[in-house]
């Protein structure tokens, strides 16, 4: 095959989806430039982008099929045919809810679809569930609530018209750096354009503020409430406009006047007089788009934290409009492409559900299986699919591009669903991710730049990146490696059906397509040739479509009556009852947040290789407020453990007054190849909220102790 000698791909790292140009020499990115044509970045990059050539030369690059014969047993070099035989013998003998995938929105949308295909269509199994669920499965779920979809009514333009700009739970300077840039330069262009941010640290984020709002954990949902409040008191919403624009707000409003400012600003942990002036600068019909992030996701409230943000929207009246409007900004590259596929344990392609019998059979037909051979059961979202299989509930687990082992809630039980389930299939490309060791069979794959594919961004722009490197060895594409299962299982049961016999990803791409037609997420008129001349934003439905920048004009949006919905009394209540489902207590008396660092992208696979960002931070550490230091007896640059309910973590400790009394912060990036004590994730909590399933990654209660270094 021959290999270009620049290639335009999506930067492999955050969902801001910048897109990069690289120019190749022999088999090596030579560098790396943001072309200034191309959406959404202007030209603009940040470190880890202009970087991402280094990726390439990892030392523990996975180049063959490993196969262990047995548990204990080392894992030994052998041939793609062995590797696909022994997982599809093993996914085609077990029980199909014996099965479950574990996959990640860093996989392209190929590739995703796929893994859907093999399991929902083929296996019958709907326990496919993926690191969305830690990561936007609250956004989703607070968007489907209010709006009857998925999907983020606006884009990144908006960011040039807005007047206010909401920042919560989402350190953006530090992890969608350019379009911080864009949040930025609006400010000097509309000097009085202003920056509220409601996070509990000071972050780089919050540098930048007009008001930062040093929220108490747990404490969004009330602080949301006052600023709808303020709203309401200050005369600036027409209330019966609000009551006939949306379902059930007439009940809403009913229920804000009934909250006590007072009450709503002691829960929220933020001084009154601090709320007061923030919510100044959302009066006057000024426009407000707000932004958020895992602050608002990763928790037991998450979907209503989701919801609340929505309301301050409908309530001053600017769903659909320019500059306005609810943004969740996404983490990986595809996390949006994943929805879009349906791969989470209760979707289908095209923003389709299991549980609908409508969409089941519109997919069964489509995949040309027998009728009701989808199950209407959603299968195990993440931290249930882990917890079953730490219960002996699963013969076969086939984690993708993702590393479970330190990014999922409570580590200790994902090693232990790990060790217990039979067959552990881990499809990744380097062997330095703590997951790969508890693999029985290893799929190498292609990473960026050595595969075409596509992916969606933060704002619905769908991208295809060009393949301009040579893989490794036996490397092979994501949506090659679970073509060939499918294909072999099919052999098997001999069926000639032919389901998985794409010759190219473009092929698997066009099947695709086809499934969002008619659908909300419709991408039906992206075809290949459009993808390969630029990107698009869906809806699209047809060839001559020129995509959709912003949904819901006019505020009329997908539900049964095309009104948004408002959150329910009984969600109100449940949220009132428990902030935070580990709370601190005398034993465990601070709560422990954990998030990113700048120059580090999640278990550190990538950057650890990149000798400039790996040097930026010198390993893992926790972040103190002086006075908690003070109390537990730690200075700056002590080594100290974080002890919670479900194990303990080492770490430096940085003392600093960016932290909020009585919260620590620690990174995730660090886990067990760090050293034994490494992995935060150790203490974090498997909470998960009701309607979202998302784990509460951001609070768990911890103590500190000082850890005596042996001399
Ligand atoms: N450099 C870098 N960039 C990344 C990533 C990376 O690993 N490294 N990962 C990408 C991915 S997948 C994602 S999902 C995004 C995540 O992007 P962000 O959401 O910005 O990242 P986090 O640091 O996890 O969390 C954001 C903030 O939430 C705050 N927070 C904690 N608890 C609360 C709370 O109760 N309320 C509020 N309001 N805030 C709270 C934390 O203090 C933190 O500053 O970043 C993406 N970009
Ligand atoms: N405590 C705590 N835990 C968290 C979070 C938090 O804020 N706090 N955040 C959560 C969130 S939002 C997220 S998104 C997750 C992220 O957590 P993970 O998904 O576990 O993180 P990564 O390190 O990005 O893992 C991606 C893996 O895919 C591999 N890979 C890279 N490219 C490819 C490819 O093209 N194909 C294949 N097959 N493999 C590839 C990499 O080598 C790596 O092993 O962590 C979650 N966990
Ligand atoms: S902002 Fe995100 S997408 Fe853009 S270059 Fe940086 S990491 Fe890559
Ligand atoms: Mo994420």
């Known amino acids: 095959m021959s290999v270009a000698r620049a ?121 496919t569930d993926t690191n969305s669920r830690l990561c936007m499965s609250s956004a989703v779920a607070g968007y489907t609530q209010a709006f009857g979809s998925d999907g983020p009514p606006g884009c990144y333009a908006d960011i040039e018209e807005a007047d206010t700009f909401l920042i919560l739970g989402a350190n953006m300077a530090a992890n969608h750096p350019v379009l911080f840039n864009r949040v930025r330069r609006r400010r000097v262009v509309e000097p009085d354009a202003r920056i509220v941010v409601v996070d509990p640290r000071r972050t780089r984020t919050a540098a930048h503020a007009d008001h930062h709002l040093a929220v108490a954990p747990g404490g969004d949902v009330p602080l949301l409430r006052f600023l709808a409040r303020a709203l309401v008191d200050a005369g600036e919403i027409d209330a019966a406009a609000f009551a006939a624009a949306t379902d059930g707000g007439a009940a809403w409003l009913d229920r804000l006047a009934a909250e006590d400012p007072d009450d709503l600003a002691r829960r929220s942990g933020v001084p009154r007089a601090q709320l007061d002036a923030a919510a100044e600068t959302l009066f006057g019909g000024r426009k407000l788009m707000s932004l958020y992030c895992m602050g608002a996701n990763q928790s037991a409230q998450g979907t209503l934290k989701n919801r609340e943000l929505i309301h301050l929207s409908l309530l ?118 703590e997951t790969v060791a508890y693999a029985d069979v290893v799929l190498p794959a292609c990473q960026w730049g050595e595969k075409a594919g596509t992916m969606t961004n933060s704002e619905r722009l769908v991208v295809r990146s060009d393949r301009f490197l040579e893989a490794p060895g036996a490397c092979r594409p994501d949506w090659w490696i679970v073509a060939s299962v499918g294909h072999a299982i099919e052999e098997r049961r001999g069926d000639a059906a032919g389901r998985f016999a794409w010759a190219s990803h473009e092929d698997v791409w066009d099947e695709f397509r086809r499934t969002t037609t008619g659908r909300p997420c419709d991408l039906a008129g992206m075809t290949n040739e459009r993808l390969r001349a630029g990107p698009l934003q869906w809806p699209c439905p047809d060839p001559g479509h020129p995509g959709t920048a912003r949904r819901y004009a006019g505020g009329r949006v997908l539900t049964a009556s095309s009104k948004p919905r408002t959150a329910g009394e009984t969600q109100e209540t449940a949220a009132r009852s428990a902030a935070i489902c580990d709370a601190a207590d005398a034993a465990f008396p601070l709560v422990l947040t954990t998030g990113r660092v700048a120059s580090q992208w999640h278990s550190r696979t990538k950057t650890r290789h990149v000798a400039v960002l790996d040097a930026q931070e010198g390993g893992p550490f926790f972040e103190v407020h002086p006075d908690d230091a003070a109390a537990a007896g730690v200075t700056h640059g002590d080594r100290a453990a974080v002890v919670g309910r479900r194990g303990r973590a080492e770490a430096t400790v940085r003392v600093s007054d960016e932290a909020r009394p009585g919260c620590v912060f620690s990174p995730f990036h660090w886990a067990d190849s760090a050293g034994p004590l490494a992995n935060v994730n150790q203490l974090t909590s498997d909470a998960v909220d009701p309607a979202s399933q998302q784990p509460e990654l951001k609070a768990c209660a911890v103590r500190i102790e000082k850890v005596e270094e042996a001399r």
């Open 316 to 433: 001053l009246g600017q769903l659909g409009r320019p500059g306005c409007g609810p943004f969740s900004l996404t983490g990986q590259p595809n996390a949006m492409g994943g929805r879009e596929v349906g791969y989470l344990a209760h979707q289908l392609p095209g923003y389709r559900l299991v549980a609908e019998s409508a969409d089941r059979e519109a997919m069964e037909r489509f995949w040309g299986t027998v009728r009701g051979s989808i199950s209407p059961e959603p299968g195990r979202a993440a931290v249930e699919m882990f917890k079953a299989a730490a219960a002996g509930a699963t013969d076969v687990l086939w984690v993708a591009c993702t590393n479970p082992v330190a990014s999922l809630p409570d580590a200790e039980r994902t090693r232990e669903a790990l060790r217990r389930t039979p067959l552990v299939v881990v499809q990744d490309v380097t062997a330095a991710s």
């Open 7 to 127: 290639g335009k791909a999506v930067c492999p790292y955050c969902g801001v989806g910048c897109v990069l140009t690289s120019t190749v020499e022999g088999n090596a990115v030579k560098r790396i430039r943001a072309d200034p044509a191309d959406a959404p970045n202007f030209g603009m990059m940040c470190p880890k982008g202009a970087l991402a050539g280094e990726v390439f030369s990892d030392p523990d690059r996975l180049t063959r099929p490993l196969i262990r014969r047995e548990k204990g047993g080392p894992l030994e070099p052998a041939t793609w045919e062995q590797a696909i035989v022994r997982v599809a013998d093993a996914l085609a003998e077990a029980p199909a809810d014996r099965v479950a995938w574990y996959g990640s929105g860093q996989l392209d949308t190929e590739a995703s679809y796929a893994f859907t295909k093999l399991f929902k269509g083929l296996l019958g199994c709907n326990h």
